[in-house]
């Protein structure tokens, strides 16, 4: 069955730094991966995703996501953290046969001033 | 551009009560999904509808019921709410089901629902 692990509840970074969301995941067959943010009282929206080709993948906002096929990693990075990203970040994963789309638990990212 | 509306924002139910919470797309997809979404869970997925005319269950289905009214409208059903319902409710939509599409869902801004 597939699955997806963020193991980081929260991720506080410094404004101006680089920071890093970690997402693992596990999959049966070709894993399909998302990306997805949430500001308060919103519903998601899609920042990127990775379905074949380059491991490096550019999204919204400056936001990229690196594919490590080997450590079934799709870490989310940005070179230079804003205040403004500050929200709920959600890695997401399908096996490429199914209809369903699983979702991380989410992973609170606070940058600080 | 409204994308996905979901009503009402906010509910308060006594235990045993029902609700339908609405949802419409104006995006002419195809899939629809509701959600729920509680502290250190995530997300996760209660029906699906690939396309019209199609439901099937999710992760956590029970206690609930779907309807695929037409291909805009897609409603969720508590027949008889309790308390373990509690929770941040969201419809979704995309394009084509996963299974044919690398598309995104587009979500609602989503359903407080409380059961007391």
């Known amino acids: 069955a597939q699955s997806v692990a963020q193991p980081e509840d929260q991720v506080n970074v410094a404004e101006g730094n680089p920071l890093t969301v970690k997402c693992t995941y596990s999959v049966s067959g070709n894993p399909y991966l998302f990306w997805y943010v949430q500001y308060p009282n919103r519903g998601l929206q899609f920042l990127l995703k990775y379905i074949t080709g380059d491991n490096l993948v550019k999204g919204s906002y400056g936001f990229e996501a690196e594919f490590n096929k080997s450590q079934t990693s799709f870490h989310l990075k940005k070179p230079s953290a804003l205040v403004s990203d500050s929200a709920l970040y959600f890695c997401a994963v399908r096996d490429g046969r199914d209809d369903k789309i699983i979702f991380g638990k989410g992973t609170r990212l606070h940058i600080l001033p | 551009n409204a994308g996905v509306t979901q009503t009402p924002k906010f509910q308060v139910l006594k235990t045993g009560q029902s609700m339908t919470l609405q949802c419409a797309q104006d995006m002419n997809h195809n899939s629809m999904y509701w959600y729920r979404q509680d502290p250190g869970m995530g997300l996760r997925l209660i029906y699906y509808s690939a396309s019209e005319g199609t439901t099937d269950k999710g992760e956590v289905p029970n206690g609930y019921n779907v309807s695929r009214l037409n291909k805009r409208e897609f409603s969720l059903r508590l027949e008889s709410a309790a308390p373990s319902q509690t929770s941040v409710y969201f419809c979704?939509?995309?394009?084509?089901?996963?299974?044919?599409?690398?598309?995104?869902?587009?979500f609602g801004d989503g359903t407080r629902l409380s059961i007391l």
């Open positions: 979704a939509s995309s394009e084509e089901s996963p299974r044919y599409s690398n598309q995104p869902q587009h």
